[in-house]
């Protein structure tokens, strides 16, 4: 039998994307019951949930935070650039990993 996850903490950060964001989501990647997971941090293709557990990123959508985490870059301008562009390029919708963070960060 599988080890149980802890996921408390996703489930509250879930409640708090529903607030924000139409369905807590923005990928059907990541929307899955009861609620999906949430990165505290990422480095190459490993994340560590806010709960604490780790796991593997199949999808490896996960590449500004995990480079931000080294230090590489600014998580926060370097994600609304990309938003910005992609919009200026003509996109009518934008389906990014980003969602939430970029939400709150636009709403100050």
Not at 4 to 11: I, M
Not at 57 to 85: F, H, N, P, Q, V
């Amino acid at each position: 039998m599988a080890p149980r996850l802890t996921t408390t903490k996703s489930n509250q950060l879930f409640k708090r994307a529903r607030r924000l964001i139409p369905g807590g989501v923005n990928s059907p990647v990541r929307s899955y019951r009861p609620y999906p997971l949430f990165v505290s941090s990422a480095k190459g293709s490993r994340f560590r949930s806010a709960d604490g557990e780790d796991y593997l990123d199949y999808c490896m959508g996960y590449g500004a935070k995990a480079a931000a985490r080294e230090g590489w870059l600014d998580e926060k301008s370097t994600i609304l650039e990309i938003l910005t562009a992609i919009k200026r390029a003509g996109a009518d919708m934008i389906i990014t990993y980003h969602a939430k963070e970029a939400a709150e960060w636009l709403q100050g």
